[in-house]
């Protein structure tokens, strides 16, 4: 059975997002929630672009819908999964992998009408990230990340966490270079080296891609690792708001961050992160994660205090200096993507 879809796509009641902005982002794949997260056997409320959903395994598959059970308009998140069937908490209805009823306590024995189904999304899970379409015509495909499913490498994860801030925003400040040395020079900063060299950004069929060499002070723990090491950076960005970053140490050894912010609002944002190492492999993650919520905390509330809280793309609403080459092609792409060119989210 085909998804079930509102008779025409619009924004949800309330939408934090202009109309033109939310139909343009809901083309494109968005991740909302990490796969440990349904790990306990119970279905899980997210919001993407203001849309409450649920999502739910099914038949080894995950399903998202609307969290809406029509009969009574109750939160469908908060039943239960019995078997491979979400029930409803409130009269029991129960339904299956395509969002479909199966069967009604109060009445059991009258047909089912077609119509008595959840209204799913498209829903997709790699690599331990899941994803949804709300479209359910996506503009770009998923991204291709190998790291992800390398047995070589130890996997970690963090989040998801609420950033007050839109995903642009946080998607420009993850891939900024001139804040390195200054904003975090709690961490690994080098305020002896503050300055960025020239670099190019690059086009691909899905993004954007650059790098950059850094000296920084090394928090990685890594055997031999030196205080003061230049490591290079490798970015590749797929649009809207998603990123691999690379990161090369002068012992050829890698770290790897995903970075996964969805945009909950306009001004909202569920934060989550994907990370890999090809050292240390049967070590613990918790030093790892640790030294990475140290940055994020640098990183937080400036983020959350930049106004306007959207990202303008309109390169004349804020000043721009040679270090901020990815902020303008970004910006720039995202007018390519349909968003509006005052303001994003």
């Not at 796969?35 to 099914?58: C, K, N, W």
């Not at 969002?99 to 089912?112: E, N, S």
Request: with cysteine; aromatic share 10%; charged share 25%.
């Amino acid at each position: 059975m085909p998804p079930v879809a509102l008779p025409a796509l619009q924004p949800p009641r309330g939408c934090t997002f202009a109309p033109a902005d939310w139909r343009a982002l809901a083309d494109y794949w968005h991740p909302v929630a990490l796969s440990s997260q349904l790990a306990f056997g119970r279905p899980l409320a997210v919001t993407l672009l203001d849309e409450e959903l649920v999502i739910y395994r099914s038949g080894g598959a995950v399903v998202a819908a609307r969290d809406l059970c029509i009969h009574r308009g109750v939160p469908i998140s908060l039943g239960t999964i019995d078997g491979d069937e979400l029930v409803c908490p409130y009269h029991g209805f129960r339904y299956g992998a395509q969002g479909q009823c199966t069967r009604v306590p109060a009445q059991p024995d009258l047909p089912i009408p077609r119509k008595l189904c959840l209204q799913t999304r498209l829903a997709a899970e790699r690599s331990g990230v899941i994803w949804v379409c709300l479209s359910g015509d996506p503009q770009l495909p998923l991204p291709d990340w190998p790291e992800l499913e390398d047995p070589g490498l130890k996997q970690m994860e963090m989040g998801p966490e609420l950033w007050r801030c839109s995903a642009a925003r946080h998607v420009e400040n993850f891939n900024d270079l001139a804040h390195l040395s200054w904003l975090h020079a709690g961490t690994f900063g080098n305020r002896e080296r503050p300055e960025v060299a020239p670099y190019e950004v690059q086009a691909t069929p899905s993004g954007l891609h650059f790098e950059a060499d850094y000296e920084r002070f090394s928090i990685e723990q890594r055997t031999g690792a030196q205080r003061l090491e230049l490591i290079h950076y490798t970015y590749d960005l797929t649009y809207p708001f998603y990123t691999r970053l690379r990161i090369r140490f002068p012992d050829g050894h890698h770290f790897i961050l995903f970075n996964l912010p969805s945009p909950q609002a306009a001004r909202l944002t569920r934060v989550m992160f994907r990370l890999n190492r090809d050292f240390d492999i049967h070590g613990p993650a918790a030093p790892t994660i640790d030294a990475q919520s140290r940055v994020l905390s640098e990183d937080k509330p400036i983020v959350e205090a930049q106004r306007p809280e959207e990202l303008p793309l309109d390169l004349s609403e804020e000043f721009h200096i040679r270090a901020d080459r990815f902020s303008t092609v970004y910006r720039r792409g995202l007018l390519g993507l349909g968003l509006g060119r005052d303001f994003s989210a």
